[in-house]
């Protein structure tokens, strides 16, 4: 949740930030990836029981409803919903909303630029990545020249969605949509919490993150999963744990049907966040109107109408 505050950050907050800066992010966060995903009895439970203390997290929905059955902490954080438990939008014109949440920002990009908090903007450019993946992309033998996805979606509409740590973790297909291109972009694991969104220039565009573009009757639309500070991994249904890799360099990712198939429909799995973080949600100019009566600091869940499309069904 994203508060505005005009006495500005507090002493702790400043020292918390400092801190991110100096931390060996990568690092820390493998070490949390392999902890979280250790079978071994005492040390789960142990994870799982803290960590259950801490947040309280719901799990009245959860498939399994005992925290210490789950076979590591990993399989406890992603666990699945039962089937039911969320209602997806049936308006074929509404978007559903794609994970439980807050929404951070939400609104219309100023021309290329997207409001990250207040008196902090970043660029599509820097968000998506696009200059390195697309000069990979078209230094491959044979292929044509890559597309200019910022140019998609400059002047378009955006919404952030923050997951806090006891939220549902899996992300969900907003719409019907075939995957038309996926990368890797590497960068840091700052905090996307408040604190760090509000001190952090260009904090969605420097961390980590995990493009996915899709077409549906002719036009696109894309989801940024973002890392954060602990969050050692960031998967996808067709591509499995896309991060942590090795080397950290900008990756098109294939476009392959071995897991799941390239087309989902809306309310589908897509993806999950082994630990929490982000979601930047774009669409191109004139597609979608944002529901009125949301705004930042609301909490959503996955499946309730996020927008209503405004262009005609084909």
């Not at 940024?224 to 969050?231: E, I, R, S, T, W």
Request: aromatic share 8%.
């Amino acid at each position: 949740m994203l508060v505005s505050n005009d006495r500005g950050p507090s002493l702790g907050d400043r020292l918390f930030v400092a801190l991110q800066h100096v931390l060996p992010q990568h690092a820390l966060s493998r070490i949390v990836l392999r902890l979280t995903r250790s079978r071994t009895p005492a040390l789960k439970n142990a994870l799982i029981g803290s960590f259950v203390r801490g947040f309280q997290p719901d799990l009245s929905e959860a498939v399994g409803t005992d925290p210490l059955s789950y076979a590591s902490f990993n399989d406890f954080f992603t666990r699945a919903l039962r089937p039911g438990a969320r209602a997806i939008a049936p308006d074929a014109q509404d978007l559903a909303c794609p994970v439980d949440g807050t929404i951070s920002q939400m609104g219309t990009l100023d021309g290329a630029r997207l409001l990250q908090a207040k008196g902090r903007h970043y660029t599509l450019e820097a968000l998506l990545g696009s200059g390195a993946c697309e000069r990979q992309e078209a230094a491959a033998p044979g292929a044509d020249a890559a597309p200019d996805w910022a140019r998609s979606f400059t002047g378009g509409s955006f919404a952030t969605l923050y997951l806090a740590p006891y939220n549902y973790h899996r992300i969900h297909m907003p719409l019907e949509g075939s995957l038309r291109a996926a990368w890797y972009v590497p960068g840091r694991l700052f905090s996307v919490n408040a604190t760090t969104a509000a001190s952090v220039a260009g904090l969605f565009a420097r961390n980590e993150r995990v493009v996915c573009v899709f077409e549906r009757n002719g036009w696109v639309f894309a989801m940024v999963l973002v890392g954060a500070l602990f969050v050692g991994s960031m998967t996808t249904v067709w591509h499995g744990d896309v991060t942590p890799r090795r080397p950290r360099r900008p990756t098109s990712l294939p476009l392959a049907t071995q897991r799941s198939a390239l087309t989902l429909a809306k309310g589908a799995e897509m993806g999950r966040f082994n630990m929490g973080s982000t979601v930047i949600l774009l669409l191109p100019p004139g597609v979608a109107a944002w529901r009125s009566d949301l705004s930042p600091g609301d909490s959503i869940r996955v499946g309730q109408p996020l927008a209503h499309l405004v262009t005609p069904p084909q």
